[in-house]
């Protein structure tokens, strides 16, 4: 490329930048949103590797056993080896805690940690925030985030179950900061001397060896001695491989949802293209005499792409800088934002890497040089004759001949090809997901190919209303949004990719809400169920029995209408098969199971009644016979649906006491009394189970309110996500109609000499951008929300039953403030539009 035609390029983007500014933003959001997440990765794994540190700081050698856990003489033993500086062993077993008012302190449905006090005190995996270290018995240290949760003081009391489960109160003497320590996530954290953690724990073995090497001695050399000293029996870790360790598994959640940002970020910018592309084939269509003037002067057609390409390398560069200075800010706001996404991620220094200066510059300008192709191939081809004609006539008004043809057939060809991918994995369940939304892809992009011919039609069509209600103003509007086809289709899909992901988000999740809900409350159709705590992290600790008085004094409250003892066992040997049994005055109301087919009234000795599902997988109906172990050969009297009983069996009281004896309730059921409020229902439980710490109790109204606001947290983040891409199109919205005031001038002169009034030609714009808004809205909700609601009846087909839901308050919603937003990007536009002289702008040539 010749020197003279570089300078050239130079030249026509320093004359045009005012009217690059918006798509300069666009290009720099969607770089800025790609690239930050890159800087929130890179950020937050730094600072776990930082703050982790913590946990293996002063230690150059760690002994992992894994299940498998260490004696004391294995630390003996390390503890002789050449180069030890010094040897601790950390023991931890579960450990429960119950908060002032003397309930337990869960955690997703186990109970906390007890850790030992280090013998070493600088090989710590914690620090001390206050108090100190405990010395002795009936002293512990809490961690802070327990401590503040609880309410708990140093000097205070703190209770802590024993292996028994009976109440042990201890006095906090100090509070430690674990850092973010993924370990124990966001359980209760104890520290006890070795005595008292074995004498309410039981535990007397080490989960963890550390050593600390003598000066001069490497931690490879010191790895290798303990390996080849314990006989390779565990393995063995530098405090480099441990650190790196730790700070992988605390940052898991952070690659994936990196990986989420990237796809969203990828969204964004390849609206950013569609933004791009519009701009500069509307800025090469006001330029066309400028174009052809080069042409009659000999610059060839190659020549005249080859400057519009280096304007939009020019641009891509600039905004891509933008955009990595933007990147920072985002990443670090994401950062800031931990508490949105459920996080902790200790606060560090912004970090940016090479490969994120490489996205955020190398990425952003290739795109925007891919998106200004097809705009620079066409002024290429503009013909040295145009520089005679009005600029205003140089650009195409319609899809003629055979480019619409090939439209039709493209665009039909690739609508067969997603209704058939789409068609094809509904049937299939959750396997055939990615041909449903691989369907919904096709169908985007035969919308793409077809836009030019769909848009204006549908901007007639809404426009159609208001033209006929308030006259000229109006159809003026219609008319100008579809006087040019392709940029009203490329400004419209650039709206329509967010809000179609938009309402495909909204459609899954307001499914997913009705169904969780629908679950809910056909397989828990009791109000409260009661369990025992798995005080020891092992599920048999859940099967250690209900305390014998808790059942009664539940029954003396005449707030519930039926408490249900469950008793289950496991028959089989290697099957995890269930068979409950009710005592039959209490199986009952919402306790009995929903019945399909045979009657629960024969149940009686010799028989049993089976969940349909269980039943259909083995072959089985009402009248087969079944082996049951312990209980012998049973016979099918009946299949049951939804049961809040646990087990795929059930069989009658006589005959499982009799087979296993008169053992106490795993799970006790509580139905509440017509008239009694929830609330009042969970007041009457909580007074009975402060004597029984051990027993948790799960609500269902509880359930259903925490995942109705895990639905609508997930909701809020894909919005704001996806906000960005809403927002680069409104970017877009602006720039096209800025562009066309500039283009439009002498023709909007023209109007206002014929008598159209400064407020109606600013209508006029504001409606047209508002009709391309909504035609962008209503679109891509059509869309989105269409492979929404097949990819939901796909899911449901395979786990649930019923319809899928369509939000409709939500998806009206996102189309109002589509146009709302459109209405505020197009006000300084049709301002500017409503100020030109009118003379002045006649007069130009």
Known sequence: MKRPLLRLAVTGFRAHAVRLVLTGFAVMVGVGFLAGTLVYGDTARAAFYDDLARSARGVDVAVEPAALL????????????????????????????????????????????????????????YDLLAGRLPRGPG?????????????????????????????????????????????????????????????????????????????????????????????????????????????????????????????????????????????????????????????????TRRQVTGTVLIEALLLGIVASVGGL?????????????RELVATDIPLHTPVVRWPTFLVAVGFGTFVAVVSALVPAVSAGRVAPLAALRDASLAEPRAVAGGRRTARVVASSILAAAGVLSVVGGVPLG???????????????????????????????LIGWLPARLFGTVPRLAVANARRNPRRAAATTLALVIGVALMSLFAVLLATARDQSGRELTENFPVEFTLNRARTDGTFESMRAGMPPGLAPALRRHAGFATVAEVRSEAPLAGDRTRVAAVPPDQLRGAIRPEVTAGALGDLGPGTVALNRGYAADRGLTVGSTVPFGTLGPLRVVALFDDSPLDGSALVGFDTFTAAYGDRPAVEILVDLAP???????????????????????????????????????????????LGMSVLISLFGIGNTLSLSVVERRRESATMRAFGLSRRQ????????????????????????????????????????????????????????????????????????????PVFAALAED
């Open 430 to 460: 959750f396997p055939g997901l990615p041909l449903v939304l691989g369907g919904g892809m096709l169908l985007f992009v035969a919308a793409v190919v077809a836009g030019p011919l769909v848009v204006p039609p549908l901007v007639a």
């Open 70 to 125: 260490a004696e004391r003489d294995t630390v003996e033993t390390i503890g002789g080896i050449d180069g030890v500086a010094a040897v601790d062993g950390r023991m931890a077993a579960w450990l429960s805690m119950l908060d002032r008012d003397g309930k337990l302190m869960m955690d997703h449905g186990h109970v906390g940690y007890g850790l030992s006090v280090p013998d070493v005190p600088s090989m710590a995996a």
């Open 761 to 836: 030609l600013r209508g006029m714009l504001l409606l047209e951008s508002g009709l391309i808004a909504v035609v962008g809205a209503v679109a891509g909700v059509a869309l989105g929300g269409g492979v929404g609601w097949v990819a939901a009846a796909a899911l449901i087909d395979t786990y649930g039953h019923g319809l899928p839901v369509v939000p409709v308050g939500q998806l009206t919603l996102v189309v109002l403030a589509a146009a709302g937003a459109a209405l505020l990007a197009a006000i300084l536009p049709a301002r500017r539009a409503a100020r030109l």
């Open 325 to 337: 200075a933007m990147s920072v800010v985002i990443g670090y706001g994401l950062i800031w934002g």
């Open 139 to 299: 002293e512990v240290a809490v961690e802070k985030a327990t401590v503040e949760r609880a309410g708990f003081a140093v000097g205070g009391p703190v209770t802590v179950l024993d292996a028994a489960g009976q109440p042990r109160t201890l006095t906090l003497v100090g509070v430690l900061d674990l850092g973010v320590n993924r370990l124990y996530g966001g359980s209760t954290v104890a520290a006890l001397t070795d005595g008292e953690l074995t004498a309410l724990t039981g535990t007397e073995r080490f989960a963890e060896v550390v050593v600390a090497a003598r000066p001069g001695v490497s931690e490879t050399v010191l790895r290798d001695r303990v390996a080849a000293a314990l006989g390779h029996a565990y393995p063995v870790l530098t405090g480099a491989q441990l650190r790196q360790k730790l700070a992988v598994e605390a940052g898991k959640y952070v690659t994936g949802f990196v990986a989420v940002l990237l796809g969203f970020g990828l969204v964004a910018v390849t609206v950013s293209a569609f933004v791009i592309y519009n701009t500069f084939a509307i800025l090469a269509a006001q330029r066309a005499r400028e174009l052809a003037l080069l042409r009659a002067i000999g610059a």
């Open 675 to 721: 008239g009694v409020s929830t609330q009042e229902g969970a007041r009457l439980i909580d007074a009975e189970l402060r004597a029984y710490p051990v027993v948790q109790v799960t609500s269902r109204a509880a359930e259903a309110d925490e995942l109705g606001a895990s639905l609508d947290e997930l909701l809020g983040i894909f919005a704001a996500l």
